[in-house]
């Protein structure tokens, strides 16, 4: 499997668990000739809350920055749940 391919399928192997138990909605968008990006919301309609925004040239480096930004949001939020507790 080519490096892009694992890149993506390790993203969305953290991606959809977590996006399943926080309501969160995915925009990304790839082009030959801008730089990648990868957009995180949470909620839906107006209400929702962009939580994660990572731009790279590179599409393999979006993925894992973005892979990484997902799990570090949801650790955040299980320490703040713990802390409220």
Request: hydrophobic residues 35%.
């Amino acid at each position: 499997m080519d490096e892009y391919a694992e890149a993506v399928r390790r993203f969305y192997e953290v991606y959809r668990p977590i996006a399943r138990r926080h309501n969160l909605r995915l925009h990304s968008k790839f082009s030959m000739y801008d730089d990648g990006f990868i957009k995180i919301f949470q909620g839906e309609g107006q209400d929702k809350k962009q939580i994660i925004k990572v731009e790279e040239k590179d599409d393999v480096l979006c993925y894992r920055r973005a892979m990484d930004a997902v799990i570090g949001w949801e650790e955040g939020r299980r320490k703040e749940q713990q802390a409220a507790s």
